[in-house]
Structures are given as structure tokens and as C-alpha cells.
């Protein structure tokens, strides 16, 4: 019997916002090897969705008897960040493969002891949702860089910078974020790690401004941040986050060499359309992340069901989370502070 | 119960050649609400990959007795050209859906020929496999100037140009293809009408060149061609058509209006990635048709079975594909005779 | 004495319009090398523009009396197409180098006219204003080409569109300039030859049409035209012609060879600013050939000095410009008569 | 009389090295209402070449000299940094009008005298070379800024980044230059404050890492740096600067405002010319800023020169050379401290 006859992967999935929905519908309708049979919300009205529209039969409001449900063999925890650690070992300590979103934590203690937890288990798989690894151009740089493209990597500039809510709906979820670096740039810190060879980062500088949310103020955030990450061996990250951008969700990433660089992402085209009219010539842009990593989204999932059924290794540790989550609240202490901080 | 939970489609496909064996593949592990339960091909190799690749389970060597498969909804039929029209009314016929990849036909009384049965059969779904019209920037040019994006079109430019092979594998091909206007440059054609709003054709002029390869002499063929037709609105379109790029498949297509214009498809990037060295600032083009209109043949089939299972009304009409080959085989006849020809 | 301390070429400029006022203060202020004496008008306006602007001294009415001034060196010739021929050959006569605008004519007779003019005075620079072959862009195009950087080219595909001009003032043009083709293409034609490697054109086709300006209709002109141009050795240019565009001038040329192919000039950028904002990312484009072309404005004037001094060899030749004047006017037959036309 | 026809600006050269005889060259040919009478030079060969090449009569070996000339209306210095100060006053107090390279100084102290000196002589013309302010796409750029199309900027990240010398010639150079961020940043400072509205800068923050040049480890100095300077109304610069980029020259800036951002100068285009071939789709990067701002060098001297002839009033003030420089030596502090540094 192949691989894509076995019987497919029992999914639950915890926690069903504008993210975790997504992830539902990736895993009922597009992921080969998989079936979403359980759901998890307080929410009624989003367990209701499930039911409709994905014919999930199994729902929870508690999340203790959804992890332990015999029938699951892997759960997907889209749940608010504050959650994410505890649950992640309940799911190991019941058997269950773990598909996490980022970040894993908003400390160091509570990411190591996911992976002492996890240490034990070595036959579950445990993933953060890095999702930017599964970009297809991501993962040709990547590959480009193993090859030799551009000779020794040293310096990484990446951008997260999402288009302007005028209802700054995320000022409202700030005080849970962790920060715009801790909410944006985490992805940026894992894809910097990565493309520079996972070098041990020692120091971070962080600057900030508000732009248009007030509101952030009395939280200590900002909408517009800027970082600089030292690693031990001289290679050096330039970060950038914003909430302000005008024309979309614009993530790059540019990767510079001894022999040359590469820029991932720029402008964020929507597509393949160029429009010349009396306004010039122009292209749209991607409104979200939704729509820039749409087909990483699927990937990411598809690599998780692959990796829990033995299919692939896992390429995304654990400790890319840990390691994520300390220098994203180095470069955070640094904004408040002033001064350089310590990773 | 709502669509995604009624049965799926049931689809046997004829044809597992390169472009088949996609097809295959799309159908069986990629397209929601559908089945590949049956194949058929002459080809016990294909048959046997069809088996042991995706399991499918019912193999026919013979098209009588797969057509005649009561279990099967709907057909996809990826066989050659000639057989084109004789098989997809036999699908009709025995009462299945059909999916037919263009051209239609090679002469425009078969394509009517398949007209007439269809009109006997409204119940059923029959639709020419022109990709392009699923492809998502293609698609948002059509609606950007049905909303007056560029005021009223009245040229569309449009390529079909495909990286070179030193094998020159089309060469042998090209006996039966009807030439290189029918094979590559019917999409355009499918492209312009649709994107200038279905105006009558009433002449074309073609003229081409060998560039390359002296094989195709003998069959009156050439590997560049450009073609001018004339619509009776005065419309016009300008097409091109080689199969000798060097950097890669580079299908373009701009379309002209009084208040502006679109293009798509410049460059055939392969992705977000650009890569500066010693040699410049550089971008990889894709390689062929299938990495350029991969997420199209998902599309595509994924509305052929929403249309199957009546949950979508059909854009593509058979009109469309006789109208193409109308035009295609003017376009021919005028290269081979170096004057216009009436369509 | 080296080069730039013998005494300036003396230069008088016979018309003084739009282009001519353009060529006056290049001559007078930014071409080393050259010094603007005289001027000939039958506008009294211009020549006192010449004087209060340039501080030109000598002002004719009277283009017999303009060129036989003895002071002068050379002559610029910027008056309407039907003139260029006759005033050529009067300055050749009289001894002078002659500059004179594109096209040399509007019939093949009076181009070769002056050719046999030329003929008998080798010692005088005879030039005709063929600017786009002194752009940097194509002239690094045209050194590629001939470093074998795109193998052997056989297509060119060229364009000249200007932006729509809502007053239609080259309609008012229309009767004088010899028709579309005559009047934009002819830069494209002579591209498509020079690059080509002046292979020898055997017939023309062509079709246009009127998306906005009706007043062309009386005349038997378009404002869109296309046409496909034939060369003995099979070579192909394929031209259009647009009045109408909504973004700008937009002039480009892509040279087809056996190994790549290059693109000058897409999109007719201003500038190197990019600007996002809530129309997405865009780009300005430059408004006009002057603002285009004004660099290779001032390098052919430059050019043309230095021939004049013995300095720089002549690239452009005479018969350059009667080739172009011949297909032009085959493409302009072949519009009219619906067929394809000998060159 | 109009401007045009008044006599020349008698103009004096200091220092023709490479820079110096571009400045040279520019003045005796290409710059209006110019002439270029004298030049000074220790090297006797630099000498001969002004003679030889320019024409140039007056030679000096001595600056004391050269400076009080009495035929000399103004004077250009492109000599080592550590003389500018005293050399520009010399010049004032002689009663010329000053063009001097930058940095200004490389301290401030020196600013502050030459600010002081030409305080008391408002009717001569100091100007500091920022060039890029004369640099067509940022001065639209700055343009459209002021005409609101950003918005309120509030982030400038700017980049100069030259193509890797492997002789590494600026090592050599290295020891006074004042280090990469006062010999490549400066531009970049002067920009930021320019392009936000002229701030105050309270404090920076820097780091770098050498990627190939280790002879700069001795100096203290860097082949990579990156800074971020913080301005008083919450404005913030990032800056990068490079010596060992492999594709070219590539000076681009990006002002990020409330309603949209800028992008001047991306990837560094040679030319218009995009080619496509086996290695992709390709384009030449510009190989030095001499190729990249040639024309900014035109323009800064003819407006200096215009400035001087009071037909222009001064756009760049003394003060913003002090602000560069103070700017400029805060983030080199930064660099050995580790510490963010006050302004």
C-alpha cells in the first residue's frame, strides 16, 4: 500500500478565529492525508461553522476533553499565544502530534519546558507554525544559499509591514501580543536564523515611533519598529515591522553574501497583472498574510501531515521557536530600555 | 447537506501522457468533490501508473468500453487532437460530462459537429480546456475591464512563446499538430476574443520564420510566427508564437484600451526571488507551461466539477473553441498562402 | 592644438517649432564644440526667440539667403518632411554639413535625390535624424547584439505610442506627416534594420484602426497601427504605432535572437522612483519623446559636431534613411490596400 | 543682457584626483556660464593633464597661491577631507565663492568655524558637494513629498552600498576617511534630514561586521555597517552601508510616510536595457556612483555656478554640513562603543 492509501490523519483543531479557521478549512478541503474530525472553541457560534460548513462531527467547548479524545491523532492549536505552551505539552503528554502557531511562547521558561516535554517524546511531532519556510521563494533562497548563490551570508534585512487598519484593530489585541516585534518580527528572527545558518545571536537594539495609533502609547508599543540583531560570528539581522503601510502587506527579505544577495518578496505583487493607465504604471499589492503565504499556508500543513504519517523529517526544531522567542524579547527589552540588550 | 458533503463527482480520464498524467494527478489528489475511479490509455505502462500512483481501479485500453462505464459522471479526455471531437461526442452520447483539452478540433466542421450534440444535450457539461481563463491574473484582468479599468479594449497583444529544446521533441510532434497557430497560439486567440468582448474575426495575415529548427521546414511549419486579425469592430490582435526562447516559457499578453492598459504574464517569473551578482540583478523565468498555469489547472478542474455538480454556471462555451479554431486555421492557411485570409 | 581648442563649428538651425527650438538650445548651450550663429524661420516670433533666448545674431527669413551665409559650417534642418529633400540638397551645394530631422522624405525619388547629391561632396556629413540609435539604451543593445550576447537575431518587435493628446493636435498634423507609419515607425523601421544587421526587407503588411481620434478617417489614417515587416534572410520586425496610449510615450524595442533576446526602453520610466501608496506600486512614465530622448538628443547633435570635425566617423548613412522611407511607404500602401505589399 | 550672455564665472580647481577631474572635466565643457582658468595641484602630472586636456592656463603647486588669485571669481575643492575646513576659509576670506567636496570636516568644531566665516560673508556662495540632492529621481522624490503624496514622512532607510573592490583600494584609504560612515553615510544622513523636514538627530545606534576586507580590523573600521538614528519628533533613519557588494553600485532610499513611501534609486539600473537569456532575466547595475549620479554631477554644478551668478538661491545651507558630520561622527562612536551614542 503507498503512502497516499494509508488511512489519513485524524485532526482536531483548537481555537477558531480569522487564523484558525483558515487552518480548518486548509486541513478538511485541501490537505491530502488528512481529515479534520474535531474542533475545539468557546465560542459556540465558531464550533457552529465548523459543523456547517466543514461537517466536522466532533466539537468541544473544553479543551481538556478535546486533547484527550482517543480518536485524534494530531492536534493544530490556533489558540491566543498565552495558551500555546501549556497546551502544546497537554497534547504531547496525550499522545498527540502538535501543530502550534508562532510564537511558541512569550518567555524563554515556558518554550524549554515545551521542549523538555517534547524531549521525552521523541516519536510525536511537535511544529511551530514558521509558515514563511514553506514559501516557495523562501525555499529557493534557501536552497540557493546551501548551493553557494551568494558566497558566505552575513547580514539578513527583513520586513514585516502590514497595511494600515484605520480601526487599528490590533490595538485592541496589543496588550496580548507580546509587542510588534514579538508579533510581527518573530517570523523575521526564524527566517534570519535559518538563511544565516542558525548562528548564536548576543545582542539586540531596538527603536520605535508611533505613527497613527496613539492607543499603542500606554502599552509601551509602537507601530513602527526597528531592530538590529548581533550573532556571534559577525553576521548581523536588520529588522523592521509596521503596522502603517499604505499599499498592502509588504514582506521582504533580503539576504546579502560575500558573493552576492537575494531579495525575497519586494512590493508584494499581487499577481501578474501590470496596469498602465493616467496614473502611471503600476501593480497591486497583497491586502495580507493571508493572501501573501496562501500557498505556504497549505504547504506548512501538508508538510506537518507528512512528517506526523513518516513521510518527511521535520526540517522546523522546537528550539527555532526557543531561540525565536528569546531574541524577539531581547530586541522588545531593548525598545523599552533604550540600550542594547543581551540575548 | 451542503455541496462539499454530497457524493463526488465520478471522473475517468482518457489520456496519461505527460499532460494526462497532470491531469491524473489534479483530479485524484488536488480537486474537492471529485473521484478518479477509471482510466484509459493504449499504454499499459500509463495504465499501470494510474494504478499504482493514484489507485485508480477501473483500466481500460479500449474508449468504447470506458466511455460506456455506467459508474463514470463525467469524462476527461487528454487523448490526441484528431480524436478530439469523435470522443467527446461519444461522451455526450453515452451521457457523461466532458472535459476536452484544446484545441477542440483541427477543422471547424468537427468542432460543429460537437456543437450540435451538445445542444441536444443541455443537461450536460462540456468544456475546451483553455486554462488561461482560470489563471488568477488572467482572471483579474478580465474583471478589471469588464469593471472600465481601460476604458474600451480595442488590442490585445498576446505570446505564447516556449523555452527552446535542443531535442526539438515538437519537431516530431508536428505533423499532427496542426502547426504552430493552432497549437500554441489558440490560447491567445481564446484570450483576445474573450478579453475584447467576442468580436467577430473577419481576416487574418500571418508570416514566420525558422529560426532554429530546419526539420520543420518540410511540413510547411515554422518555429516563430506572428500573426495580425482583424475584428469587425474594428479590433485588433497581434500574436506571437515561438519555440525557441532561451530564458524560459514566456506567455504574455497586454490588452489595450482608451483609458489604459493591462499585461500579464511579463517575464514569466518563476517566483518572488531576485537575485543580484556578478552577473546583475536577475530573475529565473518559469520553465514551462505547467509551472507557469499550475494553480490554472487547479482551477480549471475544480470548475469543471463545480459546474458538473451545478453548483457554478459555465463561462467557457464549445462556441468559443469552434471560434478559436476558426481563427487558428485562417491564421495557418495565410502563412502557408502569404496573403490575408478571410476567417 | 587638440580637438576641443580649434574654433566651434558655426551652425545655423532652419526651423525653429517645437523639435527645432529643442535642437537650437542644444546647439547653443549643451554641444561642445559647436556655436549657433544663424537662424532661418518664416516666423518672425521664432527668430526673435532665437535672438532674445540664444543670443543668435544672424536671422533669415529666407532659406536661399540662410544657406549660402557664408560664416557657416554646417546647417541644422528641423522644417516640415516636404522640404527636407530639396533644402538638403541646396545646403550639400553649397558646400555645408547638413543635419537634417527624420524622415529625408516622404517618397523613395527625392531620398534618392539627395543620396546622389551626397555622392558627388564625400567631404561633407550628411545626417539624418534618426535620435533613438544615440540613446545609451539602445546603443548598448545594439553593442550587445553585435558582442553575440543574443546569438543571431532574427525578430524585432519595436514600438512607438505617444500618450493621447485630448486634442487630437497631430490630426491637425495629419495630412503633412505622411501617416502614422511614416511618422512614428519610421525610427522603429530603422532600429529594426540596424539591429537586424540591414538585412534587405522583401514586403510589408499592415492593419490599424481608430480607437479615438475619427477626424483621421477622411485622411485614410489610424491612430493604432501594426504591421509585420518581411526580410530576405527571414528575419521579421514587428511594428506598432499608437496616438492614444493613457500612460505616457512609451517607445520599446525587443530584439529576438537564437540564444536570448533583449528589451529596451518598457514602460518609458521617468525616473527611478518608485511610490507605493493606496494604488498599489506604480511608476511615472515619461511624457513625451523629448523627455525620453532628451540624452540622445544632445549625444547625436554631439555626434554630428564631431563628424563634422573630422573627429568620429559616421555611423548613420544616407541610404539608411531611404531604406526606411521604402518600407515605411510599403507598410503605409499595404494599410490602404488592404494587402501585402512589395518594398 | 540676459543671464545667458553675461561673462563666464571664473572657476579654480583644487585637488584632481579621480573625483577632482570629473569635477574638472565638467566645468571646462560641460557646465554654462563656466570657464575653468586655473587649477592646483601638488602632482605635477595632474597638472600637465589639466593643461593638456582642458586647456586649463594657470597652474599652481601651491594653495596659498592659487586661492588669492585675483582673476578668480570662485574656487572648487575636491582635496582631502582633513583640508576642506581650512581651505574653505581661506577661500572665503579671500573673497570667492566655495564648492567644497564632503564631509565638510571631520569634526565638528571644523563646521562650526567655516559656518562662522561665512556668516560674515553673505554675499559669497559655500556649498557643501551633497549630490544627491541634484540627482533627478530625489528631487522629485522630494518633491512629491512636499506636495504631500506620503503624507507625514517619518522613516528613512537609506543604503549606499559600492561594488567590492578586491584590490580593496579604499583600505588603504581607510585610515582618513573618518571611516565608512562618515565617507559613505554621509550622503545618506543628509538625505534623511533633507527628505524628513530637517529634524534634530538626539542619538544613534550602530554595528557592522567585516565580511572580506580584514585589513580594516586595525582601524576599527568596518566593510559593513548598519546605524539607526533617532530624531526628536520621532522620526527615525536607518542606514546601511557596503563595500563589498558583487553586482554593482547601489545607493537607493526608501521615505516611509503615513499615506504611501518612496523608493529611489532600487537595484541601481544601468540602463533601460532588461535581457533575457539561459541565465534568466537580467540587468546591469550601475558600477560606481560616478555612473550613477553623472548627471546629479552636471546639475550640482551649474547650480552652483547659477548660485554664485545670483541667478539661483542656495538650496543647501553650511549647517547642513555640520548636522551630516555631527550625525555622522555620533554613529561612528556608536560603532566602537557598542553603546547607543547622543547626537
Not at 515545551?114 to 521523541?122: G, L, S, Y
Request: aromatic fraction near 6%; include cysteine.
Amino acid at each position: 500500500m503507498t503512502a497516499s492509501h494509508r488511512p489519513p490523519l485524524k485532526i482536531g483543531i483548537a481555537g477558531l478565529g480569522r487564523l484558525g479557521k483558515r487552518h480548518a478549512e486548509q486541513i478538511a478541503l485541501r490537505t491530502r492525508g488528512a481529515e479534520l474530525v474535531s474542533a475545539c472553541s468557546p465560542v459556540a457560534a465558531e464550533l457552529g461553522w465548523a459543523r456547517e460548513s466543514l461537517g466536522v462531527q466532533t466539537l468541544h467547548e473544553d479543551f481538556a476533553a478535546f486533547v484527550r479524545d482517543p480518536q485524534l491523532d494530531a492536534v493544530v492549536l490556533v489558540t491566543p499565544t498565552s495558551l500555546h505552551a501549556d497546551q502544546t505539552i497537554a497534547a504531547l503528554e496525550a499522545g498527540k502530534h502538535v501543530f502550534v502557531e508562532k510564537p511558541l511562547a512569550l518567555n524563554v521558561e515556558d518554550c524549554e519546558r515545551v521542549e523538555r516535554v517534547a524531549a521525552r517524546r521523541p516519536d510525536l511531532v511537535a511544529m511551530v507554525g514558521f509558515v514563511r519556510r514553506f514559501d516557495p521563494s523562501y525555499a529557493r533562497a534557501a536552497d540557493d544559499i546551501a548551493a553557494g548563490a551568494i558566497g558566505r551570508p552575513f547580514v539578513v534585512r527583513s520586513q514585516t509591514c502590514d497595511q494600515n487598519d484605520p480601526d487599528g484593530f490590533f490595538v485592541r489585541f496589543a496588550p496580548t501580543s507580546g509587542g510588534i516585534f514579538m508579533d510581527c518580527s518573530v517570523h523575521d528572527i526564524d527566517l534570519a536564523r535559518w538563511l544565516l545558518g542558525k548562528p548564536r545571536a548576543t545582542r539586540a537594539f531596538a527603536s520605535g515611533t508611533i505613527a497613527l495609533h496613539e492607543g499603542l502609547r500606554p502599552l509601551g508599543d509602537v507601530d513602527n519598529g526597528m531592530a538590529i540583531v548581533e550573532f556571534e560570528g559577525g553576521q548581523r539581522a536588520v529588522l523592521y515591522a509596521s503596522r502603517t503601510f499604505a499599499h498592502g502587506h509588504d514582506t521582504q527579505t533580503e539576504i546579502i553574501g560575500t558573493a552576492g544577495q537575494l531579495l525575497v518578496g519586494q512590493g508584494g505583487a499581487r499577481d501578474r497583472v501590470v496596469t498602465s493607465d493616467a496614473n502611471g504604471v503600476h501593480r497591486q499589492s497583497v491586502a495580507d498574510f493571508f493572501e501573501r503565504f496562501g500557498i505556504a499556508f497549505e504547504r506548512e500543513m501538508q508538510s506537518f501531515v507528512a512528517c506526523c504519517r513518516g513521510e518527511q523529517a521535520m526540517s522546523l526544531e522546537l528550539s527555532d521557536a526557543t531561540q525565536a522567542t528569546r531574541i524577539g524579547l531581547a530586541i522588545t527589552r531593548s525598545l523599552h530600555s533604550g540600550q542594547p540588550e543581551p540575548v
